[in-house]
Each structure stands twice: as C-alpha cells, then as structure tokens.
DNA sequence: CATTATTTGTTTCGAATCGAAACAAGTGTT
DNA sequence: AACACTTGTTTCGATTCGAAACAAATAATG
C-alpha cells in the first residue's frame, strides 16, 4: 500500500524537474528532447553511443532519432563517427559546444539547492533507498534498463581490473560509471 | 557530497518513467505532452485548472498550451467551463475519455512490479525519504511548487474542518489531496 | 468615473518535431 | 548465391512549438 506510493512521489519529482528543464532549454532555443539525447550522450559507454540505443533509450521510433540527430549535427552538438568493425554502425560523440549547452541547461543549481535543504532537514538521509527504488525500477522495466556499467551482472572483477562479462573487454574505472544498453540487473 | 547525488538518482529514474510513458503515448496516438496535461487535470483542485496554471506547470508557452488544449478538446478528452465570476478565465474539466486514455497510458504495472521488488529487497524502506526529497525539491524550486493542498502553508484545519488559509474557503479531504498552484512550501 | 495597466486566453505564422512507411546498405544465415 | 535481419536515412503529412500580435475582462490609478 505504502510502498506504490514512493513511485507516485517519484513521479511527482520528475514532473517538477521536467518543467525546470524545459524552461532552461527554451532559453537556450533547444527542445527538451536535444538535452535528453545530449545528456545521455554524456553518460553512456562505447557500446550504447549509437542512434539505435538513443532509439531504445528514449522510446522514440529511429527516424525520429535520426532527424533529432541531424539537427543536433547542424548546430555543432554532436559529430557522427563510423564504426570500424561494422559499417552500418555509427558513433555518436559530444563535441565542445555540446558540453557547453548541456552544462547550461542542466539544472545544476535546482539539485544543490534542493540537496542543501534536504541536508538541513534530515541529514540521517542516504542515498540508499533512492539507489534501491532506481535498482528496482530498472528491474522492473526489463529488457533494456540503462544501467550503470558498475551494477551489471556481467561487471566482473579481476585482479588486472575490470572486465565485461559479455564482450570481455576490460574496463576502466571511467567506463564503469557510464550507462549501458546492455546493463542487466543481477 | 552524497547528499546531491540523491537528485542523480532521482533524474535517472524520471527519464526511464519518461521512457515508459512515451511508448505508451505513441501507442495510443497521443503525445507524451497530452498525457502530461490529462494528469495534472486529473490532480489540480479547482484554483489550478486553468491554461495559465497548465502554462505555468508545464513550463511552456501559454500559445502553445492554448493549442494543446485546443486539440485535447477535439479528441473529446477535455471540456471547457467558463468561470462565473471572471470572465476571462477558463476552467478545464476531464471527461469520461480523458480519464479512459489516461489510465491506458499510466504506467501504472511499472510501479507495481517496482514497488513489488522494493517491498521485496528491502521492506524497511518507507516512503519519508521520498517524500522529505520531494519536499526539499519544491522549496528549492521556490515560485510555483505545485504541490499537495494538505501540505502547504496556508492549509489549515479547524473544528469544523479544513479551510485555505489564502482564499478562507472551507476544503474536503478530497480537496486537500489535489495539487494546488498557489502551494507555498512551510 | 475615465484612463491606463495587467491578466487571461486566443490567433497567426513559420520553423521544427513527430511517427509511419519506404528505402539503402551492410551483415549474418542457410 | 539467396534470403532474412540489422542499422540508419529519407520522405511525407499531420502536429507541435515558441514568438508575437490580438481581443476581452479585470484591476489600479488619478
């Protein structure tokens, strides 16, 4: 009973970031969608920088992804990089002014602020129950949760470092705290 | 230091819920905008169901809403209630297939199974951080909170029962669980 | 009470977005 | 070699978006 009403909450929170974004990018002459696309660009690893996991990301359909990304491509955001192995492939990489808007749209202060209050209220809070209400949302969502590489069930670790179960490459520390459209909940 | 990334957390979990949403929205032929409107209709009390409150939320511009509006009312999802004592203002009603289409687009099954394995990994986990977080969220957003009428400033209750302390009107219970535009955070 | 500002919502315009379907090209399978 | 599948682009028409101009009602001012 108490437990679907976290979710409702979260909901809420969402919403009110939602609006704080939105307006930020209607100042900067971007729409909501290009700081999604630009923000997980940000964060994901070389094996989800592709206009198909953006496609499987954002739940949009890939012809849309490939006009949003043409345009994000015109005003110098993005550049596009063939993949070697695959030719259809292609990889997505944030160039310089693409940093700079996210920077400026991301609701930096909003968060700090917000952080700030909630330190003086209940300075006991953690970030536990948030990490285990995301663990399991992405648990419930299934197939591809965008996790973070670190809490995968393929992240292994070995005394040379890091390794991906699935592809067996080794990993640094770096790319353990990006996002992964192949993360899956252990 | 860990304080903050509590809104990390929180903004990965809005994009997945926004992820969901989006699916369910192109399945039933609306967007993800639309949907946004139906619920805050289906939550503000009777001070916050106007265009200008849906601009304000939304953080759009009211042309826009105008035109979103315009749409929600061809589709038959909305109707239109002229107030009585301004007549400038609007009030916005959902109607019987407003409410239909946005149960259908509500991911309500996701937040069940996420709460289910929540319950599940840690049952001591309560709703108060979540709320605690969402509470701090609004007052760092300042302005226009938009939060529960029972849990603003000027909420106030008295022997015979629970009054705006703003407008002096008397409120059900039902009243005091609707988002409200004038909520100002205590 | 008349004039002026402010609020509330609509209309109009052009650029951009969206989803659907067709398309092209590379890869994998049989 | 033939076929299916994946990956990304192109094209189309309907819709959305923000900006600015507009209309009407209310509030504020003198």
Redesign the pocket.
């Given at each position: 009973m108490e437990t679907a009403d976290i979710y409702k909450v979260i909901e809420r929170m969402a919403a009110l970031i939602r609006s704080e974004e939105?307006k930020r990018c209607?100042e900067l002459?971007?729409?909501i969608?290009?700081f999604q696309v630009l923000d997980y660009l940000s964060r994901c690893n070389k094996y989800s920088d592709?206009?198909?996991?953006l496609?499987h990301y954002l739940g949009?359909?890939?012809?849309?992804?490939?006009?949003?990304?043409?345009?994000l491509e015109r005003k110098g955001f993005i550049r596009?990089v063939p993949?070697l192995?695959?030719?259809?492939?292609?990889h997505l990489q944030l160039v310089a002014e693409g940093w700079e808007v996210l920077r400026q749209a991301y609701p930096k202060d909003l968060f700090n602020k917000a952080a700030e209050f909630l330190e003086k209220n209940c300075p006991e809070v953690g970030d536990a129950p948030f990490i285990e209400a995301l663990t399991a949302l992405q648990k419930a969502h299934q197939s591809h949760s965008f996790g973070l590489c670190g809490t995968c069930k393929y992240f292994t670790t070995k005394p040379e470092g890091f390794f991906c179960g699935l592809t067996g490459e080794p990993l640094t520390k770096s790319d353990s705290e990006k996002i992964c459209q192949e993360h899956t909940v252990p």
């Open positions: 939105r209607t002459g971007i729409q969608v290009h592709t206009p198909a996991a496609t949009m359909t890939k012809g849309t992804v490939s006009q949003t990304l043409l345009l596009k993949d192995a695959d030719k259809r492939m292609v």
